[in-house]
Structure formats: C-alpha cells, structure tokens
C-alpha cells in the first residue's frame, strides 16, 4: 500500500517547455486535488477532481491543466512553463466523507 | 470565502518547553478542522482533526480543542521534543470538495 505517489520528484525546465506531473493513489479514494506550496503563501490549490471523469478549478488554475486519467490517477499539465510556476506541487487524495486529505512527496520544480 | 489564519512563525523552543500555534477560522456552515504536519523534505501528514464544535483532536502528545465561539483551533502539547520540529498547518474542510491552509508554522526545537 503506497497510498499517494508522484513522479517525478525534481525537475528544471526552460521556459517556454512542457511538462506533465504524475500522481497515482492506491487507497479507491474518489477525490484528489492539486496544489503548490510557495514560501509565505501555504498551499494554493490549483485543480481538484470529486470523482473520476469530472475535475473543477481552483485557487490558482491558470497555466494549469489536469486530467482524471481513471480513479487512480491524477496528472497535473504545464503547457508553457514559465519562472512564476517554479513551487513544489503535492498532489493529494481523500476518501469519500472528505474528512482527510493524504498526500503525496510532492515534486520540485524550478522553472529557469 | 472560507479561510484560515495562523500565527506566524519560525517558533524556535527548547526541548520539554510548552508549544501552542494560534489558528483562527472563517467559515460558512460547520466545518472540519485539522492540524497537518509536514517534516522535511515530505509531504504533509494529518496530525489531528475535530469534526464538530467542542470536539477534542489529539495524537502524538498534541491536543486541539474546535471552539465555535472564538472561531479558533489552537494546537498545543505540553512538552515539545526535537523530533517535533516541523512545519504545521492549519486547515479547514466545509461542504463541498474544497480544503482550506493556512500558510504554515514553522517549529524548531533545541536539545
């Protein structure tokens, strides 16, 4: 039982260039969530999915899009990066009552 | 809107001392509330939770107490030790699929 997983753990990229964030849950969790973490702002949500098939914008959607693969899966796509999006991005599942979010390592990612 | 507020850090303590990190909230309807920690390097990890109002979260020597009046949810534990040196997050959970952070506290501990 790995319970939230994401790939890759650190990346650099130009800007300009594009990049998918993986995650995956093994828990059957219908919900799972996108956010990034920068120093003095906690976490900013980006996109969130309530069940497989269906995803819903967030705190900071833009420059942003994902897609609910099937239930276990969650990706996060930058199409344009650019310096403004380097953060760290944890990806996060929660069971159906949304009473706990569980969370992924998270992913570095700077943006030169 | 929803939100949370908690106070600013870095807290540094020394080790046995007393620990309490303030947490208020807005909130329409009845939320949840939580307390997650993350250590370094690692994603954020759920410490406690109180789902209604005058509930008690606790876990690890850490207590939380929901109180509806004051719109608060303050962490504390009686004796901090350095492997509690973390950042910790307030959050709260309304209706709907939308979680709420505060912007994090970070706690150091020295021996």
């Known amino acids: 039982n790995a319970g939230v997983t994401q790939t890759p753990k650190f990346q650099v990229l130009k800007t300009g260039q594009s990049m998918t964030l993986q995650c995956a849950q093994d828990m059957n969790h219908n919900s799972m969530y996108w956010y990034r973490q920068d120093p003095g702002m906690g976490l900013r949500l980006i996109y969130y999915s309530a069940s497989e098939g269906t995803t819903d914008k967030g705190e900071v959607p833009n420059g942003y899009n994902v897609s609910r693969l099937n239930k276990r899966e969650f990706s996060l796509r930058l199409e344009s990066a650019a310096p403004s999006q380097t953060s760290v991005y944890f990806c996060?599942?929660?069971?159906?009552?949304?009473?706990?979010?569980?969370f992924g390592p998270g992913t570095r990612l700077l943006v030169l | 809107g929803d939100s949370v507020t908690q106070m600013e850090g870095p807290v540094t303590l020394s080790e046995e001392a007393f620990l309490t990190i303030n947490c208020t909230y807005t909130?329409?309807?009845?939320?949840?509330l939580f307390w997650y920690v993350q250590y370094p390097g690692e994603g954020l990890q759920l410490l406690l939770k109180?789902?209604?109002?005058?509930d008690k979260g606790s876990n690890k020597g850490f207590e939380a107490t929901y109180r509806k009046e004051t719109t608060s949810f303050h962490l504390e534990k009686g004796s901090v030790q350095v492997s509690d040196s973390a950042v910790y997050f307030c959050?709260?959970?309304?209706?709907?699929?939308?979680?709420?952070f505060g912007t994090g506290t970070s706690l150091t501990v020295i021996p």
């Open positions: 959050a709260l959970s309304a209706f709907g699929n939308q979680f709420y």
């Open positions: 109180a789902t209604k109002a005058d």
């Open positions: 996060a599942s929660s069971d159906v009552h949304q009473e706990t979010q569980y």
């Open positions: 909130a329409t309807g009845y939320p949840s």
